[in-house]
Antibody, heavy 121, light 111 residues
Framework: QVQLQESGPGLVKPSQTLSLTCTVS??????????WSWIRQPPGKGLEWIGY???????YYNPSLKSRVTISVDTSKNQFSLKLSSVTAADTAVYYC?????????????WGQGTLVTVSS | EIVLTQSPGTLSLSPGERATLSCRAS???????LAWYQQKPGQAPRLLIY???SRATGIPDRFSGSGSGTDFTLTISRLEPEDFAVYYC????????????FGGGTKVEIK
């Protein structure tokens, strides 16, 4: 069974770049059947899609974050990563990685446990 | 860009009652690409329904999804204590293609 695990700093200073990694275990990130996504949730609020990537490297981003977001994949490590630049307090959130099937039909069927990132000086 | 509006924001019910949650899209959504998730405090969301009406693996049959076009519904036939949580709808691939959108969520709380 595929499992996802987020990792990265829990505290980032304003104006700096937030960097997180999602490690995929129990399956290959190189499967063309899936895309690999980042979603975030500010404290007490709803879910916001950040973007996703296919193993080939094709990416799709939320337009509201596109200018600050980079998602990349490292198939040799079975990982994908998120970079969010020029962060502010509004970027404080629990960040989740998740797997979606490439057709879009089966939804996001596997999620990481989430990691809280706080933006503060 | 499609906006998903969930209602009500909060649903106060007792165990054993029926819960009906609504997800309305600002434009028509392909029912193939409409999903529902459950989230409990401190946990990641869990996929309940995909393709608007198909239950994900391990989801009890008291959960059902329906709808098409712009109106979708998640029904919990008889609430169990573990069903009190927040529920989100999500669409993929409609206007423009390959973009994900989540609704704002409905909290089902114990009355």
């Amino acid at each position: 069974q595929v499992q996802l695990q987020e990792s990265g700093p829990g505290l980032v200073k304003p104006s700096q770049t937030l960097s997180l990694t999602c490690t995929v275990s129990g399956g290959s990130i190189s499967s063309g059947d899936y895309y690999w996504s980042w979603i975030r949730q500010p404290p007490g609020k709803g879910l916001e899609w950040i973007g996703y990537i296919y193993y080939s490297g094709s990416t799709y981003y939320n337009p509201s974050l596109k200018s600050r977001v980079t998602i990349s994949v490292d198939t040799s490590k079975n990982q994908f990563s998120l970079k969010l630049s020029s962060v502010t307090a509004a970027d404080t959130a629990v960040y989740y990685c998740a797997r979606g099937d490439s057709s879009g039909y089966y939804g996001l069927d596997t999620w990481g446990q989430g990691t809280l990132v706080t933006v503060s000086s | 860009e499609i906006v998903l509006t969930q209602s009500p924001g909060t649903l106060s019910l007792s165990p054993g009652e029926r819960a009906t949650l609504s997800c309305r899209a600002s434009q028509s959504v392909s029912s193939s690409y409409l999903a529902w998730y459950q989230q409990k405090p401190g946990q990641a969301p869990r996929l309940l329904i995909y393709g608007a009406s198909s239950r994900a693996t391990g989801i009890p049959d008291r959960f059902s999804g329906s709808g098409s076009g712009t109106d979708f519904t998640l029904t919990i036939s008889r609430l169990e204590p573990e069903d009190f949580a927040v529920y989100y709808c999500q669409q993929y691939g409609s206007s423009p293609p390959e973009r994900l959108t989540f609704g704002g969520g409905t909290k089902v709380e114990i009355k």
